[in-house]
């Protein structure tokens, strides 16, 4: 049939009004994911870092994320008059101190040992209250107790503060969530830390956005989701984003044509350079994603972190899944959570008998540049390591890109694919991946705690973490069980 130019005219305006209607909708669509904030609990919390207080490029930019910081109720403080904070902002000034130090002796061996360190003579009491009362009314500049009690002083009190000077070196543990926001299994499981960890002694940091800009778009040309749901133990939702793999272009832009990692010269393809996974140690006033890296370089610096564990996921494709990837210092400390983690047997509530959670380790290759594994490991101190678990919505073989495939990881094509054999691990649930993540970060602090021994050769003692779910109580109740309901 011949058309007149009036009809297509009609034809080609309708067509247009319908790509303006959605390009408009989908434009508010995108724009509510790219502004939309996923909330945490953070009763747990101590304190709420901020990635421009180590690198001040970021302030007030959408990257500036938390690291949420927990301190052992039973680490020993110095608790001070809050005028007095910046006089005892280091270690040098409370040993060399005017005034007179009080330690509340009974509470703990702890207290005793604390005040081994302290050069000036010490006035030791019988209990927390003593030690606090002592400070309150000046007859003591400063009182040394566990952190639970000094505390508990500063909310009752403003006019009390607890010193940054190091009394008793302590291990401590950063978890990385979040480096990929479309590897969801590496926030949720950093999530699950968060909402649930009770620090005994040591200091836990935690961030469930490492890279917070790629939770601010999606992955170009996958038609991946916006969002993906879990449901607590009270029957309400949980809601969080997937987003992308790299920094977002409305941070950082152009592209180069080559990338070239600082400092070792190494050059990757062009889509690398927002890749926070490979511009580590970073750079103060690098690009958008160095910057990034070395807010996280100089917080496990300034931190003296002593192990930092890196939370991802990988195609079931991909060789390097179901791994532990660590620096060549931590070797040891791999070997042992791998064996403890093959010889972990547990009979879940369905009756299944769970014979050991199988995990590979690989040594960081020293000829790659900008990952965690190698980076951290070289320019900190810390025991460096990076996981993965088997997630289909990562991969390339899967069908439809859905919501319940991030969840579930059940798709009809990989399923095919298991089946002729094509796959390095099969897809599982996100229960199953946030599992695996957990018992992994658990047997890698219990490989520490063994000898309590740092990179440097300091004995800190043992890192208690107290109410973690185990690998069988997640896979009984799934991970949504363990999360609190938030606003």
């Known amino acids: 049939m011949k058309l007149t130019k009036k009809t297509n005219l009609i034809i080609t305006s309708c067509i247009l009004v319908v790509a303006i209607v959605v390009g408009i909708v989908t434009g508010i669509e995108f724009y509510d994911f790219s502004n939309y904030d996923t909330y945490f609990y953070t009763g747990n919390v101590d304190e709420i870092q901020k990635y421009s207080q180590y690198s001040p490029l970021l302030k007030g930019t959408v990257g500036d994320s938390n690291i949420y910081v927990m301190h052992g ?12 904070a910046q006089t005892y902002a280091s270690v040098e000034s409370l040993n060399n101190h005017d005034g007179a130090i009080v330690v509340a002796v009974s509470d703990s061996d702890q207290m005793t040992a604390a005040s081994a360190t302290v050069t000036k003579p010490v006035n030791g009491l019988a209990d927390a209250n003593q030690v606090i009362n002592a400070v309150k009314s000046g007859s003591a500049t400063v009182g040394i107790l566990r952190y639970e009690d000094a505390k508990k002083a500063v909310e009752e009190d403003e006019t009390l503060a607890i010193a940054q000077a190091e009394v008793e070196k302590v291990p401590s543990l950063l978890i990385l969530g979040g480096t990929h926001a479309n590897e969801p ?54 809601t969080f984003k997937f987003g992308s793999r790299a920094t977002n272009t409305n941070q950082q832009w152009p592209n180069p044509d080559i990338y070239t990692h600082s400092p070792s010269g190494q050059q990757l393809s062009s889509s690398e350079v927002r890749n926070i996974n490979r511009a580590y140690p970073g750079s103060v006033d690098g690009n958008y994603t160095e910057r990034v890296a070395y807010a996280i370089t100089q917080c496990v610096l300034q931190n003296d972190i002593s192990m930092v564990i890196d939370l991802h996921e990988a195609s079931p494709e991909y060789i390097t899944i179901n791994a532990i990837v660590y620096h060549q210092d931590a070797g040891y400390l791999a070997a042992s959570a791998q064996l403890a983690m093959e010889l972990y047997v547990e009979t879940a509530a369905d009756g299944t008998f769970i014979n050991g959670v199988e995990i590979k380790t690989d040594a960081s290759p020293t000829e790659l540049h900008g990952l965690t594994h190698r980076e951290l490991g070289d320019f900190t101190n810390a025991y460096v390591f990076l996981a993965e678990s088997s997630n289909a919505s990562q991969g390339k073989l899967r069908g439809k890109f859905t919501s319940d495939l991030i969840i579930t990881g059940e798709d009809k094509f990989y399923e095919w694919a298991d089946q002729l054999g094509l796959l390095y691990a099969a897809p599982v649930h996100i229960n199953e991946r946030v599992a695996r993540h957990t018992i992994t970060v658990t047997s890698i602090v219990d490989a520490f705690n063994n000898s309590g021994t740092t990179r440097l050769g300091e004995n800190v003692g043992q890192l208690v973490i107290n109410n973690v779910p185990s690998y069988v109580e997640i896979y009984d109740n799934g991970v949504g069980y363990y999360l609190h309901d938030v606003e």
């Open 185 to 238: 299994s590496g926030q949720i499981t950093a999530t699950l830390f968060l909402e649930n960890a009770d620090v005994q002694r040591g200091t836990l940091y935690i961030t469930t956005e490492t890279n917070r800009s790629a939770y601010t778009h999606s992955q170009p040309q996958e038609a991946s989701p916006f969002y993906y749901e879990l449901e607590t133990a009270s029957g309400s939702t949980r």
């Open 73 to 84: 109720s039973e680490n020993t403080v110095a608790l001070i008059k809050a005028e007095d």
